[in-house]
């Protein structure tokens, strides 16, 4: 699985941070109301931002160990945690793992919670039931934000939204190197792998909505889907570039569902 550019990651973390589910979020934080100290490891990392958004939450100590596969990402993220304000944290450790081939129970060992943003649209249903046994026989917390949920809405509309659409979720359902991506599909098959090992399992919407305030990241996002529909040929390139040039103007209006998930072991 290749890494996300670290100019693209640093561009969607403010809209990322605020649109993160608060009901969602604050269940996770009073999970671990009370306890003295918990180790998290966080999987697919990139440059750190789920630290930076997470950890001034939790009240407690903590312990956080960062994994990616990029080391690129990984020496952005020692670079920007290192000079963030880590509140509680004790200690934050950075390992370079490959999550497609790695072994789960190992790599999340001694963990209160495992965590993740922007990962399991990318992922397998069969990385997911992986993780979900390894984080149940850890009886741990699983804490993912912002997953794609399949929800696209741009205005002013164009006759090509619903084919570019389309054909970016099939774009989206190619193999990522997990094996064939759940795409939109991904938040629905957390839950149930989690309910089948007897989570209580609690999902919220964490959508961007991404106006002209936030129009470098709207343009990015744009081109990016642009690129993914020409990889498809569902759709022919003249429309792509009619439909790109409308989605590039100043008074496009982006909707990008997302959700979050948080999984708990009953009782706790």
Sequence with gaps: MSGFAPDWLALREPV???SINHAVRTACVRAFDGRGAIRIVDL???TGSNLRSLASALSVRQQWCLVDHDPRLLDVAKERCSAADLGAIDEVTYRQEDLTRADMESLIAGADLVTASALFD???AEFVERLATAVANQGAAFYTVLTYDGIAAFLPEHSADAAARDA???HQRTDKGFGPALGPGASAVLAAAFERRGYLVQRGNSPWVLDSS???????????WAAAVRETGLVSEPTVDDWLKHRLSPATIAIIGHEDLLALPRGR
């Design 168 to 170: 970016f979720h099939r």
């Design 44 to 46: 697919g990392c990139g």
């Design 214 to 224: 936030h129009a470098a990241l709207r343009d990015e996002l744009v081109r990016g």
């Design 16 to 18: 990322d941070h605020a």
């Design 122 to 124: 990318l992922v397998s």
